[in-house]
């Protein structure tokens, strides 16, 4: 990393709209981003109409201004370009460039995010405002980091999307017969005899294709990549120096293919926002810094070795850009949160390699649409329980510098692609329950609430640190994905596969001769038969436990079977079985069902086990996350206390937080945490 964003300070801030307010809270917004250690702000993001108030037409004297108050105090800026926002002015010039639903509803100006990112006037206009920005901004003291747009995510079927799509298409398969294998288009009289005959996929009568669905999502990842890319080299030709990202929206809605951005992102950056509030809140956000942290390494290899991938020497380094100060949005309604759970949240992501915790907002607005969201300082100002934390927090990351020397290691890995999920989600498949991100989320779950520490891969990253791979339905297997697979437990590695995984090729197709068609030999099975489980149904497991969601005929071929299905149709056949396969020395597992969260907890642990893994801190008790950050001389332990109990860890080296030495143990209030820079022996 370049410039002045690598100041050895972990971030702290958040997006800042100074044009949301007169000048006079700016100066008290300044006064108080001191107070509370705030070291970069995000600026600009939805500020394009107030930038550009008409076509051609700039005020830039308010973030000349805002800009300069900031750096004469300190504060870096992550200068956003505006274009998630198009202005007026823009949707009324060019009515092509308002984006298409499936349905063929042409939606319109009022909220955000209203555009078509294939549209040609919208991409100048981007371009073009981008490049402004560039020109004025790219040497200003201020700017530590460009932050190109927000959150890509947005999709459209308008005319200029469908032409798109079809050059797409031609590029990827070459000729109509290509595509029409890849698709399978014979079924239901699909088949394609012209290219012009090629649509997006649109609201049709009954199930669309899979193999169109999955290009459609392929492609438009592609665009609004290609969106991304125009805009950043725009700002790396104006200085080269500074890096750029974009921020990272997730969810399984959302039609980007992360990993394979992150070859484009000088970093890594996500926006977290928890959906659960009970303890679901803590495991989606260390699964989501897992995440990052996986698709941060994987940029790092690709950039390094773009065809054979190798580990590289220095820590991959990714940012959590937003997250909640308070609220957490859930179905309905939005839960405020208690006492020191946001900075629990916030080290739960350093703990896995966050570069710092910044917030969406600074300062909560007094109108707009997301009036009520959280915000450092909220609607009753700084007098407030939200930014005393605020400020308790950056002096707790102000203390914890240190730490960005660390890199997470561990000895298990989950794999996990996108496009899976995607074509999981097929409304032709034989459940309507499946789901590629919930059953990633069941695997770490799994492995969290057991204490081990994992990283989340993409297929084909390297392999040699894991002694354990886990493939939680990862649902569409290559021949490359396959000899990856193959190599590992060739070289002793130990697998764990879930089902579904391994059963279509990447068009979604059918691996024929029985499931799972790619690991079937790796696995020592056969499965003849699926029997999805309704929402409410459940399957008894011998030796205790449930299955849900999945169950399936299972024919051992070598296997040995760890449990079985107990009562219905399958009782008394596998339901979990093990094997030892290949020429190494490694087991590889295969869940049929989707075990309980105890019981899933129980085999994962067993397999943990069998291959060598050992958990971060096993004297660490129930409802203590511990999670480790080192180098050859160094090592730091994270400690969250996520119970209502003060709780006792027995720890070595120092408290960074209050800087004494830890006597054995340290002693963690309810809720709160600890970070021990750890003697190393
Ligand atoms: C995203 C966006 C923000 C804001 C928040 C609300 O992260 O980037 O602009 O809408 O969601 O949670």
């Not at 037409?57 to 308010?62: E, G, L, M, S």
């Not at 996986?294 to 020497?313: F, K, N, S």
């Not at 300082?377 to 960005?404: N, Q």
Request: glycine share 8%; charged share 20%; hydrophobic share 40%.
């Amino acid at each position: 990393m370049v410039g002045m964003w690598d100041d050895g300070r972990l971030c702290h801030g958040g997006d800042y709209n100074p044009e949301q307010w007169p000048p006079a809270t700016w100066r008290e917004d300044v006064d108080l981003m001191r107070r509370a250690r705030i070291n970069l702000v995000t600026v600009g993001v939805f500020a394009w109409s107030r930038l550009e108030p008409a076509p051609g037409r700039y005020d830039f004297d308010w973030l000349d201004e805002a800009l300069d108050l900031l750096h004469d105090s300190g504060i870096r800026v992550a200068l956003a370009t505006p274009t998630a926002s198009p202005p007026p002015w823009f949707s009324l010039a060019h009515p092509d460039a308002l984006p298409v639903t499936a349905d063929g509803v042409r939606l319109h100006h009022g909220s955000r995010d209203t555009y078509c990112a294939a549209a040609p006037s919208y991409r100048a206009a981007a371009r073009s405002i981008a490049a402004t920005l560039a020109a004025r901004y790219a040497h200003h003291p201020a700017v530590a980091l460009w932050h190109v747009h927000n959150e890509y995510g947005t999709t459209c079927h308008c005319p200029h999307t469908e032409t798109a799509f079809r050059r797409w298409l031609i590029d990827r398969h070459g000729d109509l017969d290509t595509l029409n294998t890849a698709w399978a288009t014979s079924f239901w009289s699909q088949h394609y005899a012209d290219w012009a005959y090629v649509s997006t996929p649109r609201a049709t009568q009954y199930h669309a294709n899979p193999g169109h669905l999955l290009d459609f999502r392929r492609f438009w990842s592609d665009t609004l990549l290609a969106a991304y890319t125009e805009q950043r080299d725009l700002l790396k030709a104006a200085n080269p120096t500074i890096p750029v990202t974009t921020n990272y929206v997730l969810g399984d809605w959302v039609p980007v293919d992360h990993a394979r951005w992150a070859t484009e992102v000088d970093l890594v950056a996500i926006d977290h926002y928890p959906s659960a509030v009970d303890g679901g809140a803590e495991e989606q956000t260390a699964l989501a810094a897992d995440l990052a942290r996986g698709w941060a390494r994987h940029g790092h290899h690709r950039r390094a070795h773009p065809t054979t991938p190798d580990r590289p020497a220095t820590p991959a380094t990714w940012l959590l850009m937003e997250s909640a100060a308070s609220q957490i949005h859930t179905t309905g309604r939005s839960h405020t949160k208690e006492p020191g759970r946001t900075a629990r949240h916030s080290l739960s992501h350093i703990a896995r390699g966050s570069l710092g915790a910044m917030f969406f907002q600074w300062r909560a607005p007094a109108g707009g649409a997301e009036r009520f969201h959280s915000a450092l300082v909220p609607h009753t100002g700084p007098d407030s329980r939200t930014f005393r934390e605020s400020v308790r927090l950056g002096d707790t990351l102000a203390r914890l510098a240190e730490v960005t020397a660390g890199e997470v290691t561990a000895d298990i890995a989950l794999a996990w692609d996108a496009a899976s999920s995607w074509a999981l989600r097929h409304p032709g498949m034989p459940s309507t329950l499946l789901d590629g991100h919930a059953e990633l989320a069941a695997a770490h779950r799994a492995l969290w609430r057991a204490g081990y520490a994992c990283d989340v891969i993409v297929p084909g990253d390297p392999l040699d640190p894991y002694r354990l791979l886990v493939l939680p339905a990862l649902y569409l297997a290559d021949d490359t994905t396959v000899d990856w697979v193959r190599t590992h437990v060739d070289a002793g590695g130990h697998l764990l596969v879930s089902y579904l995984s391994g059963v279509a090729d990447p068009h979604a197709r059918i691996h024929l001769g029985g499931y799972p068609g790619a690991y079937r030999d790796l696995l020592g099975l056969r499965v003849e038969e699926f029997h999805p489980l309704a929402a409410d149904e459940q399957v008894l497991l011998s030796g205790g436990g449930t299955g849900h969601i999945w169950s399936e005929t299972v024919h051992p071929h070598g296997a040995d079977t760890v449990c079985t299905y107990v009562g219905g149709v399958l009782d008394g056949r596998p339901a979990v079985t093990r094997h030892r396969a290949g020429t190494g020395t490694g087991t590889t597992w295969y869940l049929s069902t989707r075990p309980d969260d105890n019981t899933y907890r129980r085999l994962i642990t067993e397999a943990a086990r069998t291959a060598g893994a050992h958990p971060v801190h096993p004297d660490a008790p129930p409802g203590v996350e511990a999670i480790r950050r080192a180098h050859p001389q160094a090592s730091w332990l994270f400690l969250l206390n996520h119970t209502d109990r003060p709780q006792r860890v027995p720890t070595d080296g120092v408290d960074l937080l209050t800087g004494t030495p830890t006597d054995g143990q340290t002693t963690l209030p309810a809720g709160g945490t600890a970070v021990i820079r750890e003697r190393l022996r």
